[in-house]
């Protein structure tokens, strides 16, 4: 699917945090009696197998709402998914034939749950969960962990005086003056959130999947949206030349015990700040993720953003990955990108518009 939204409509609170793995509720238990206990599958290497189709989908927010503690009850556990299925239910409605005209505007999030106006997608197209983030057996009300207040550190002022800078700059240019003033995912070059990151979170409406193929030297994630790809190498890190920025970055994994950990730096300030629900970076950013399978279909996703360019204090998080019964179908954005195109042409014909009525005048 292709989604076109406006950056400045698409709010998402994001936030993270890192903190040691414990085993899965599910998996710490003791087997009962006459059932078969889970057993971690291996590669030939003898690695655990990470392979398959993965989702992070949920309506846990990155950051914490005020008021809640880390970990949610279960009556607050039935009041957000019960509003969030009463959203589903209302949006599948039938149609009154005789409605109005829908209220003008776009989509736009109200915490992270996503309110589509007019011009965009009904909501038979999202897909952005109906469950919050369950974490080794506790349900979570966000998924940042550290601090552990639940809410991001502040920017530094030097990374708050350069975005200030940069909004100065570009306020010479009109929204569509030209391809390079509209984010990264409406150009289908990085996803509409961070799905691929790193770090890589849910982007609370849609195609928040995953497939994981590993060998002995190489792990692949291949990211529904928008098609992105990481290669991840491993062993002992070979760095790129400081000035070289790919997009994701570039990552080098290792084994701690049955923990994948991988670590990325050289990350494009331009991805970190160029996509419409990141809270932002810096090319100093350093990020380490933890993934470890707990049981037959949970990978515990851990972690940590260390980025002293942006940020006074360092923040990760923690996302169950969840066994995926389905397929991941291509996310064709180029091939069907009708959008960036006919954005730039309807701002030519506005100006035109406006300069023959100035002419009339």
């Known amino acids: ?35 078969q206990q889970w057993v971690m599958p291996r590669t030939p290497d003898g690695h655990p197998d990470l392979q398959g189709n993965w989702t992070n989908q949920t309506i846990t927010p990155l950051q914490r709402p005020g008021g809640q503690d880390a970990v949610l009850t279960a009556e607050q556990v039935a009041t957000i998914e019960g509003g969030r299925q009463q959203l589903i239910d209302n949006a599948a409605a039938a149609s ?46 966000s998924l940042v962990t550290n ?15 350069r975005r200030a800078e940069t909004r100065e700059f570009n306020s010479q240019f009109g929204p569509y003056d030209h391809p390079e003033n509209l984010d990264l995912a409406l ?44 290669i991840i190498r491993m062993g002992e890190p070979m760095p790129m030349p400081e000035h070289m920025r790919p997009w994701m970055g570039d990552s080098w994994g290792h084994w701690e015990g049955d923990t994948l950990v991988i670590e990325t730096t050289n990350l494009s300030a331009k991805q970190a700040n160029g996509t419409l629900v990141f809270p932002g970076g810096s090319d100093e950013m350093r990020v380490t993720e933890r993934l470890t399978r707990v049981d037959e279909t949970t990978i515990n996703y851990e972690f940590t953003v260390n980025d002293p360019g942006a940020y006074t204090a360092e923040w990760g998080g923690e996302v169950p990955m969840k066994a995926l019964d389905g397929l991941i179908y291509e996310y064709a954005c180029h091939e069907g990108n009708y959008a960036l195109g006919n954005i730039l042409r309807g701002a030519r014909y506005e100006e035109r518009v406006e300069a023959e009525e100035a002419e009339r005048r």
Do not use: K, W
Request: hydrophobic share 35%.
């Open 96 to 141: 009154d034939p005789d409605r109005g005209p829908p209220p003008v505007g776009g989509a736009g999030f109200t915490g992270n749950v996503l309110d589509v106006g007019t011009g965009t997608y009904n909501y038979v197209y999202i897909d952005g969960g109906d469950r919050v983030a369950i974490y080794n057996g506790e349900p979570r009300s």
């Open 187 to 230: 150009r289908c070059i990085m996803s509409f959130g961070s799905n691929a990151g790193p770090p890589m979170l849910p982007n609370g409406f849609y195609n928040n999947n995953y497939t994981i193929v590993q060998t002995a030297d190489h792990i692949m994630i291949f990211t529904e949206q928008v098609h992105d790809v990481r």
């Open 1 to 35: 699917m292709i989604a076109r939204y406006s950056a400045s409509l698409l709010v998402f609170c994001f936030a993270g945090a890192f903190t040691a793995v414990a085993p899965s509720s599910a998996a710490a238990e003791e087997p009962t009696l006459g059932a």
């Open 147 to 161: 601090p552990a207040s639940g809410r991001l550190p502040a920017f530094t002022p030097e990374y708050q005086q």
